[in-house]
């Protein structure tokens, strides 16, 4: 158990649609990672926050944004769905570097179907 | 921008060294190259990192050349537990901060 959690795990809904996927970081963690892993992109990174903040961007579509609460939850938000969303979306944390923290903690992921 | 190369797949044996390679190039230059394995349906976990010659930790050991255009992980005697997906990591340094780019990632096969 890497301390990061994800939910939901499963997540099944229609094209156009909108949806939000949750992650809580490793206790005392500062920076969250987003990632989207399918079978024919593989590993994507998708955005990086540093304590509230957006710190790096990577191949992140207009239609997805996310962001991180004072809490230092994030939520990834996928809006306009198509069904090559279809994917596994990861939630990673890393501590207290300011930067980027090459030593991640990745939690379940969480399982997104488009229909 | 940075790419990465690894090979698809890998076979190996119980017992045996197994070294996989990732050659990467124009990536940052004073980041570290990491390495993380992915067992189906989880996430990857963390393995090795380093930033140049050669880093060993109680599961792997890692080395790099001074021109840091790969990088190879080395696993002394696997076992059939080893089997799993490896994805070398480096970073890519751009106006949007630092990109992560994982490699495309080497199945590991291990048989008894």
């Known amino acids: 158990d890497s301390g990061v959690t994800q939910t939901p795990k499963h997540l099944i809904t229609a094209t156009g649609q909108r949806v939000t996927l949750r992650c809580s970081p490793r206790?005392?963690?500062?920076?969250v990672y987003w990632y989207q892993q399918s079978l024919d992109q593989g590993l994507q990174f998708l955005i990086q926050y540093y304590n509230g903040e957006e710190r790096a961007k990577g191949n992140i579509l207009e239609r997805f944004s996310a962001q991180q609460f004072p809490d230092l939850h994030s939520e990834l938000n996928l809006s306009s769905l198509e069904l090559g969303d279809s994917a596994l979306y990861f939630c990673a944390s890393s501590g207290g570097l300011a930067g980027v923290d090459y030593e991640q903690y990745f939690g379940p992921g969480t399982r997104l179907t488009v229909t | 921008l940075a790419k990465t190369t690894q090979p698809i797949s890998m076979d190996s044996y119980e017992g045996q060294e197994v070294n996989i390679t990732c050659s990467h190039n124009n990536i940052a230059t004073n980041d570290y190259i990491t390495w993380y394995q992915q067992f189906p349906s989880q996430g990857p976990r963390f393995i090795i990192q380093g930033y140049k010659t050669k880093v060993t930790n109680e599961v792997a050991s890692l080395f790099i050349p001074a021109d840091r255009k790969s990088s190879t992980l080395s696993l002394p005697r696997v076992s059939l537990s080893d089997t799993a997906v490896y994805y070398c990591l480096v970073g890519d340094r751009g106006q949007a901060g630092t990109a992560l780019i994982f490699g495309k990632g080497t199945t590991l096969s291990v048989s008894s």
């Open positions: 206790s005392g963690d500062l920076s």
